[in-house]
């Protein structure tokens, strides 16, 4: 059902000379094999350390033979895997804190209007944090448009993206289409404190005597965000593992951060996210964009990869935290109003800022009336 949904015989389902992978369920003795065949779609995988940004594995495909390679050539919808750019320069121009409210709830932009595909429906205000951890459409749209979808653009291509992208609010939700090792690398920067340097594929040729051949220069590394910038990024991507989309990865039992993509019709799936040491990208899709199939998405067809390839890449190595840098304040907040949580409040969560930004008005306790409310109610009563 997953890849001939309409039940069609062979000679209608797939072209004469198509290729395909042959399962074997089971051989009883005595009998015929019983055959699953499935014409799968394409997948690529880019595993980059951290610290150094050399690629330690690379898959363009299922096939064993060089040709086109998905993880370098490929361009693709990242879907929500984009957001985190997003995020990351509200949270670098200051308009935004991961506790900033923002509204979730239906809103057009000149015949735009984007919908909620993980949840198709609207929770209100809610805070920054949880709308990026939950996937929410509207919360990175309302951010991008805040922003402008220009200054986003220049912000991804300071992140090492150079795919053409269109400075428009469908930029936040993965509209434009982009490579997975640069996707990857971008996420590395959030990994290492915000510092770009370009993936390492080569280290090192020599000719046939011997001698090192020159490589060609790199492009020169930068700093993009201050690793107080970075880590707060790196924080909210954590709540994608911990509460959000991508709980499965929870199975690492050490720290991760990352984030799920799914475009339109899911066509295209994708998982990018780190730990303190490795840094993994993961696209699943077919070469001629048809939908993967009905109710998959990132979260069921990219993320298991990503597991499997972190577990491999980290063996066992002890978990590491993700240090917190200088320029970093912790607050007790209201999870409600992302306010400073009031004296005894028993639901306060702890939340980071960068300094300076944290807030400053405490929130009221429940049965403790808001004075701002009482004084419009009254200015409203008639005389």
């Known amino acids: ?91 670098r121009t200051r308009r935004f804190t991961p506790a900033t409210l923002v509204i979730d709830a239906p809103g057009a932009y000149d015949k735009y209007k984007p919908g909620n595909y993980e949840t198709w429906n609207y929770e209100g205000s809610v805070r920054l944090r949880y709308g990026l951890a939950h996937s929410i459409n509207s919360v990175a ?81 930068r ?44 066509r295209d799936a994708w998982f990018c996210g780190f730990t303190p040491t490795v840094v993994a990208g993961v696209w699943v899709g077919y070469d001629d964009h048809r939908p993967l199939g009905n109710k998959e998405s990132g979260t069921k067809s990219a993320l298991p990869i990503w597991i499997d390839t972190v577990k491999a890449a980290v063996g066992k190595t002890p978990p590491e935290p993700f240090p917190m840098p200088a320029g970093v304040q912790l607050a007790r907040v209201d999870p409600a109003s992302g306010l400073l949580a009031y004296e005894g409040q028993e639901n306060a969560i702890d939340e980071v800022f960068l300094d300076g930004t944290a807030p400053v008005q405490t929130a009221l306790p429940p049965d403790v009336a808001d004075p701002t409310t009482f004084m419009m109610e009254q200015l409203a009563q008639p005389n």
Not at 141 to 156: K, M, N, Q, W, Y
Request: hydrophobic share 45%; no cysteine; glycine share 10%.
């Open 1 to 91: 059902r997953r890849f001939n949904p309409q039940g069609l015989d062979a000679p209608h389902f797939a072209r004469a000379g198509a290729r395909v992978r042959a399962t074997i369920n089971a051989l009883p003795e005595g009998k015929p094999a019983d055959v699953r065949l499935a014409l799968g779609p394409e997948g690529a995988v880019m595993v980059v350390d951290a610290r150094t940004r050399e690629v330690g594995a690379m898959v363009g495909g299922f096939e064993v033979i060089a040709g086109f390679n998905r993880a370098t050539q490929a361009l693709r919808q990242p879907g929500s895997s984009f957001k985190p750019i997003v995020y990351a320069l509200g949270l």
């Open 141 to 221: 749209v309302r951010v991008i448009d805040e922003l402008g979808p220009a200054t986003v653009v220049d912000f991804a291509r300071q992140l090492g993206i150079t795919t053409p992208l269109d400075p428009t609010l469908g930029l936040a939700l993965g509209a434009s289409e982009v490579r997975l090792s640069e996707l990857t690398n971008a996420y590395a920067t959030f990994a290492v404190g915000g510092r770009y340097v370009p993936l390492t594929f080569i280290k090192r040729i020599t000719d046939a005597r011997g001698n090192e051949v020159k490589l060609p220069e790199h492009e020169e590394p």
């Open 223 to 266: 700093d993009v965000l201050t690793p107080a910038e970075a880590f707060l990024t790196t924080s909210l991507l954590t709540s994608v593992v911990e509460e959000g989309t991508a709980t499965k990865a929870k199975v690492l039992a050490r720290p991760a951060a990352g984030k799920t993509g799914t475009s339109n019709s899911a």
